[in-house]
């Protein structure tokens, strides 16, 4: 089923009547707005701006969200060094040389 335009411009024509004063580029902000660019928005207008500013905040954070998860994602798929691979603890040298404790028979590990 094809859509008719009229439609849409219908639509159109309505919601930004609902929303927004007529106003054109060689209007008077002085005389068309009463000198205010606010009195350019009706009530629904107010709202309607509103909540696209909203959905670009809830997109930003959308966005944010789905880097940070994929950086996860990544990570985790990302392939093991071979030694952690071969199922060896993962620990590094360092590790284990901090786990090294004295007793009073000599050096052992502390495991």
Do not use: Q
């Not at 909203?54 to 994602?73: C, N, P, T």
């Amino acid at each position: 089923m094809a859509k008719d335009p009229h439609v849409s411009k219908t639509v159109d024509a309505v919601v930004s009547y609902l929303c927004f004063t007529e106003h054109t580029l060689t209007d008077s902000i002085d005389d068309n707005l009463r000198g205010n660019v606010g009195n350019l928005f009706l009530p629904l207008g107010w709202i309607a701006t509103g909540l696209f500013g909203a959905s670009m905040v809830l997109l930003y954070a959308f966005i944010r969200w789905g880097k940070a998860k994929a950086k996860v994602e990544a990570i985790e798929a990302a392939p093991k060094s071979d030694i952690l691979a071969y199922g060896s603890s993962d620990r590094t040298d360092f590790d284990l040389d901090t786990h090294v404790v004295a007793t009073a028979d000599g050096i052992r590990a502390d495991d």
